[in-house]
């Protein structure tokens, strides 16, 4: 059976859709292509991307039987820059070395060239107008974005793109894991005199992604309870932080790794990684904020893990997006 596909910014294939494969694995099929045309990616890295998604048999853009998105891919290209395509940044590219990213540095000493490391303008994957990845362990999301030349974000470069400006590490290095909320709660006190989110020093309803609202049957989760009910990303052109960076508020939370000790960050270069980190809100926060969600906010331990674990968390609202570190 053969029909057209629209995919990413508004580009067509004529398709085939295999007899006997479900409805979520024709919407990962279709993602894989997005991510081949958008991000030029090899046959040997789409081989790794179908490898880690077939063996999880949930990460994906959510349960296509039960998720209710406000707004559709082609609703979204209708209302962001350029049909989305407005969303390139071509200074940001050569900077990068890779479409849809944004340098991450500190503006009041340094400059865009100056940066280090780059992160993701959108959720994975990111490609504007797509809806996010979700049902994503922390461990999947490090594996994706290796796959993709790229690797799981530290928490403070989240907590720089989101608030502008990116600062040193931060970490308290030499705790347990069992330490990590008590020290996550003096972190928070400690910079709750400046809190701000990625659009301005006020949490203001209706500029992010986060209108939508939970499916009826969603009670404390589930794939078959549990809608992925976000937006395409890019849908909201104003929830932008100062560093270029789309939809850290709202839309899906996101999967970051909060090292424990030197050795375990990732902007170091570290296979070792730390513990979990949960970022940003979700897309019910206008309706219902479930928890503080500014910039530089930690989390508590929330269904911790160490980020390789083979049992890290996830859920229906819960994705990620990728840093990549310059040479």
Not at 146 to 166: F, N, P, Q, S, V
């Amino acid at each position: 059976m053969r029909r057209l596909l629209t995919i990413g910014l508004g580009f067509v294939f004529l398709a085939t859709a295999g007899w006997g494969q479900s409805a979520f694995e024709q919407q990962n099929e279709l993602m894989f292509r997005q991510l081949e045309q958008v991000h030029k990616l090899t046959p040997a890295q789409m081989a790794e991307f179908r490898k880690i998604f077939a063996r999880s048999g949930f990460v994906g853009q959510g349960n296509p039987a039960i998720s209710r998105h406000p707004l559709s891919s082609e609703q979204c290209r209708a209302r962001a820059p350029g049909g989305g395509a407005g969303y390139a940044n071509r200074q940001f590219e050569r900077i990068c070395g890779g479409k849809y990213m944004a340098p991450l540095y500190d503006p009041r000493t340094e400059r865009p060239q100056d940066a280090k490391a780059c992160i993701d303008l959108f959720e994975f994957p990111n490609i504007p107008c797509t809806y996010p990845v979700v049902w994503v362990k922390a461990r999947e999301a490090a594996e994706i974005c290796a796959a993709a030349g790229k690797r799981i974000c530290d928490a403070h470069e989240w907590e720089g793109a989101c608030a502008g400006a990116l600062e040193p590490p931060n970490y308290r290095f030499g705790i347990g894991a069992g330490s990590v909320s008590s020290v996550a709660k003096a972190f928070n006190a400690q910079n709750a005199a400046t809190k701000s989110w990625s659009y301005g020093p006020a949490y203001k309803e209706g500029v992010c992604a986060a209108n939508s609202q939970k499916s009826a049957s969603c009670g404390g989760g589930g794939w078959n309870n549990c809608g992925s009910n976000t937006y395409p990303t890019g849908s909201f052109p104003d929830c932008r932080s100062p560093l270029g960076v789309y939809d850290l508020n709202g839309n899906a939370a996101e999967h970051m790794n909060l090292p424990l000790a030197p050795d375990q960050m990732a902007s170091a270069g570290s296979t070792k990684l730390g513990v979990t980190e949960m970022k940003g809100s979700w897309f019910i926060f206008d309706r219902y904020r479930a928890h503080p969600d500014w910039c530089r906010w930690r989390a508590p331990f929330w269904h911790g893990s160490r980020v390789l674990s083979a049992n890290s968390h996830s859920n229906y609202h819960l994705g990620f997006r990728c840093c990549k570190s310059l040479d």
